[in-house]
């Protein structure tokens, strides 16, 4: 396998300085991070969805405490307020209880009494609002009184609050707690970045002046090299501020090929000049033919400048265009930045093209032919 193509060159590096690695374990507390938010969201999901639940179920009912008057019987009384309850609109149903419900809701706070059925014990009445069109304490309570039933009607409004109090503490809780436990892994993401940017600040310095897509046109163009489709290439428009070992880190060029048959270009500062550069050099270099790489969308305007200085047949340009990541979707053109970026190049081509026409309507020295080897 070529050099050019070696597979360890393309080995991800550790996220960490290499001195301070600790991947396996920042991987460990972020997922253990993420885990105790999930089961932190699930918690509260779980019990929002339990106070709902109940809510919704004591909403949709409510419960009547019949009190039998004169000679009345308590069956008979709790009979007639079911009755009467059953007619009334917004009610799906009422029935009355059995005495043995009501005897078992009052024995734990009376104890284990043996004469219980002796005791004046109130019977009860189980309503079942209608949902779609549910009615309110008040009106179950005026139609008792209209039947001279003496009762008193528990919608439930009070356990409704206590619950929903609940409900709501506990969601405030949870996303508390899912705040800080998202906190803590930014912190731990965070602190490990820096850590990683800190380890590689010369790299990183040599992206922000030379720019990431400069590095994957160099790449291409020492892949063009490494193939025998040229002999040397020019990299125009480097940072002073660069070293060419610090390129070459940048680039991950390989050394053989970058040490030999790579040139730096440090005068050039937009398209215009990088041209002129490229110029200077094949006719430093006696070129007649140059492989232009640069990215995709930039391959029109810079062939253009290029032309405009090295005039076919003199020389002969060949394109060779670097994909944009971007821009590689079909529908590119949905995308605000892709669509930003090729809007602001067709405007700059355009302006290129303009100027060409304007200087060509008059005399035009032609750039110096390179000479012959």
Known sequence: MSEAFDPHRWRPAPFLPEREARDGALIFVVAVLCFLACLTAMGVLAADRAARGWTNQLTGEATVIVRPRGGETPDAAAARAAETLAGTAGVAEARALEPAKAYDLIRPWLGDVSDLEDLPVPRLVAVTLDPKHPTDAKRLDAALKAQG???????????????????????????????????????????????????????????????????????????????????????????????????????????????????LGFNAVDTVTNARETADWAKAMRYKSLIVVTTDYHMPRAMLELRAVLRPPEVTLQSYAVPTAILKSRQWWRSPRAARLMVVEYCKYLAILGREAVLGLGPRADPAAPQKG
């Open 149 to 263: 039933v003496d009762a008193t009607v528990d919608d439930h409004s009070i356990w409704i609050k206590d619950i929903r109090r609940a409900g709501r503490l506990v969601r405030w809780l949870g996303a508390s707690i899912f705040a800080l436990i998202a906190a803590a892994a930014a912190a731990v993401v965070a602190f490990a970045t820096r850590a990683g940017l800190a380890g590689r600040r010369d790299v990183v310095e040599v992206l922000h002046m030379t720019g990431a897509n400069s590095n994957e046109r160099i790449a291409a163009a020492v892949e063009l090299l490494a193939a025998h489709r040229g002999r040397r290439v020019l990299v125009s428009g480097v940072d002073r501020r660069v070293s060419r070992e610090e390129l070459r880190t940048a680039s991950n060029t390989v050394r053989r090929l970058y040490d030999c048959c790579v040139d």
